[in-house]
């Protein structure tokens, strides 16, 4: 049998995390006023800010990443030879 | 520091215009800080700016962006084995103290000088700094391409090799980066100023990843990869501190990392498909444009000072407006060579395995 280097393209992890991403910003955007609100009163609150670009950054770089794969644009398969 | 009440009437109404600028700015600046490790504050700042953002306020959010797109992007070049972590934690620690002292002279100068000084002190740090180190850093690479030895493996210059040779009992500490041992007493002062310069002109790693390749004798993919985990480091701390004073916007941070993922995670991809030395070469390019723009507005704040004959509103508006179209040019111009170099690494990489594949061998 015919040896096949074709991977599985993640769609369905790209399509769950760009679900969960766009959910989070239309959250975010839908209540600028009082997320403006409470994150801008500093001290303990600060906390807030700084969890949510975790979170954002956990979710949304996933989808990225399955993103690039899915379009077929991934990391060299070996190191170049010198030429 | 504005106190949180006030912060909180800073916040701006975002439009669709906004929405998609930040979005974009924030892909390009991605993609140049995935390749190089730093890279697209000095546009997104002044942007925000110009969008009606507080100083303060456009400096914080666009920190909050860069702290989880960092990780984001040294998660990534790690599960290529690009990053060192040990490296970029040790740096990291002493570049939030410069980050500190950095912001301390920068409001003493602010409060001795007002605006225009301040400003000027920013324009002079950024033209000294890129143009010794930026120069130093294109002209190695133009060297390196010419001399044909582009694809070796990179060595360490005389000055890295002495600093791995010096041996200070208790402070000695293995980098993989480096294959080696040496005394971390040679990394602080290279953290504190990543730091000062973060702190001034908000881009560290024009100064941490020269350092790590010249200074301390990592390779070049390394460094640029290890500046990010500095670049966590940093934009935590500094994130925290102004999200204190409720200065963070957390939507147009939010909106920045939206694109800022996109980029940062095609500009690591593109390190696995280029010459080392082409790190250099983007890094070099954005430098010296840099330069050329913020020496452009040096006359504007000397001239604000009373220091050298005041200046026609015309020729302000003129001076500023081509400052920014060059520093735009500038990470556009860094952005184009990251793609190309993809495009052009993703053809040879398919040749290579097409050939392999005739040959039978895969």
Known sequence: ?83 | MHDAAAAVSNFIDLNLIHLLYLFGVGFVGGLVSGFIGSGGAFVLTPGMMSMGVPGLMAVASNMCHKFPKALVGAIKRAKYGQVDVKLGLILGVSAEAGVLYGAHIQERIKAAFGDAGSNLYVSVAFVVVLALVGGFVLRDAIREYRSGNSNEEEKAGRLARWIQSVNIPGTMVYFKSLNTRISILFTIPLGFATGMLAATIAVGGFIGVPSMIYVLGAPSIMASATELVIAFVMGLGGSLKYAMHGLVDIRLSMIILAGSLFGIQLGAIGTTYVKPFMIKVVMGVIMVIVLFSRGLMVPVYLSQLGLIQKLGDNTVTLLKTVSFAIMVLALLLGAFIVLRAIWHGRREDRLLQTEAMEHGKI
């Open chain 1, 1 to 83: 049998m015919a040896y096949s280097s074709v991977k599985k393209k993640p769609v369905g992890k790209m399509l769950v995390t760009g679900i969960l991403s766009i959910g989070l910003y239309a959250m975010l955007l839908s209540n600028q006023d009082k997320v403006n609100e409470i994150f801008g009163k500093g001290g303990w609150y600060a906390l807030l800010p700084i969890a949510t670009a975790f979170v954002f950054s956990f979710i949304h770089g996933m989808f990225t990443g399955h993103f690039w794969t899915v379009l077929g644009i991934e990391a060299a398969k070996k190191k170049k030879e010198v030429k």
